[in-house]
């Protein structure tokens, strides 16, 4: 089964950048049909998808986020991470790590890892 562990500092100060890794076991992140995505989840909201990595590098990311985001691999450590420049209190989430398939509902998901985001 493929495991999933979000890592990184859990509190980052306004206008820094948020830098989390996702370190994937049971599974290789140059397995081009999957997509390793970064979900959030602010308190007292839903669900939020900021973006993916797919096809050994390509990208995609939430409209509302895009100039703030980017996703990297190091496929030597099958690791991706997620940076998000310039953040704000409204940055403050629950950060998943997640391996998802175009056309599947099956998701695997790291635990998450809370990142506060606060002066």
């Known amino acids: 089964q493929v495991q999933l562990q979000e890592s990184g500092p859990g509190l980052v100060k306004p206008s820094q950048t948020l830098s989390l890794t996702c370190t994937v076991s049971?599974?290789?992140?140059?397995?081009?049909?999957?997509?390793w995505s970064w979900i959030r989840q602010p308190p007292g909201k839903g669900l939020e998808w900021i973006g993916y990595?797919?096809?050994?590098?390509?990208?995609s990311f939430s409209p509302s986020l895009k100039s703030r985001t980017s996703i990297s691999t190091d496929t030597s450590k099958n690791q991706f991470t997620l940076q998000l420049t310039s953040v704000t209190p409204e940055d403050t989430a629950v950060y998943y790590c997640?391996?998802?398939?175009?056309?599947?509902?099956?998701?695997?998901w790291g635990q998450g890892t809370q990142v506060t985001v606060s002066s």
């Open positions: 990595i797919f096809d050994n590098g390509k990208t």
């Open positions: 997640a391996r998802e398939r175009a056309g599947r509902d099956l998701v695997y």
């Open positions: 049971g599974g290789s992140i140059t397995t081009g049909y999957y997509y």
